[in-house]
């Protein structure tokens, strides 16, 4: 498949990417919450697959775990005959700009859990706003909402982007001196700050 690795001596499967069998289970025991969405999806990917996709990217990240009930954590797997064709059509979905704009890349990673195929996926949170077919997607406690009509979420969502490219930005740019003298000015402006304000304070004390 590309996607997996057999790990001699038993019949778990270990993925490429760092996640592995354990750490998986254990995302799957705690359950949905803002960071971790299962979709059943036993034959086919679901539309509701690439909200949540855009979702995560939007917000903070996440997992989308496939093969997965949402209500009971059931691990119900996915068709192992499918799991070719579900990771094509995924990786080309989210590679595709009339789709996801600007596009994706993300690779999807097959668990074996208790003989049930699972499809794991790792969403990292984006520096850009990022559309679904037109549409923007936000995460919330309460699963992913499209907030395209309302003006003061994505407002709010253009704002904590912007923020976080300037953020990176800087961190590009900075080289470990040039961190290491900001850290310094701050630190002396901060310590300027509090002499000033012991200084006030009894100059005013002595005033009575």
Sequence with gaps: MGYIEKIEGNNSLKADLGMNVNELKKIIESGE???VE????????TKDVYQSVCSFNNRNGGHI??????????????NP??????????????????KINPPLYLTPQIF??????????????????RRLNGRIWDRTHEGDIDITDNAELVYKMYARKQSTYFV??????????????????????VMLVSVAG???TLLGESLY
């Design 38 to 45: 299962f979709k059943l999806s036993e034959n086919d990917l």
């Design 65 to 78: 775990i496939l093969g997965v009930v949402d209500q009971t954590k059931e691990i119900r797997g996915v």
């Design 112 to 129: 074996d859990i208790n003989g049930k195929t699972v499809i794991y996926i790792w969403v990292p949170e984006g520096t850009q706003l």
């Design 168 to 189: 990176n930005k800087v961190r590009t740019k900075f080289n470990l001196r040039g961190i290491w003298i900001l850290n310094r000015v701050v630190g002396s402006i």
């Design 198 to 200: 012991l200084i006030y």
């Design 81 to 98: 005959q499918k799991t070719d064709k579900m990771l094509k059509d995924f990786t080309t979905s989210v590679n595709n700009a009339n």
């Design 33 to 35: 919450k803002i960071n």
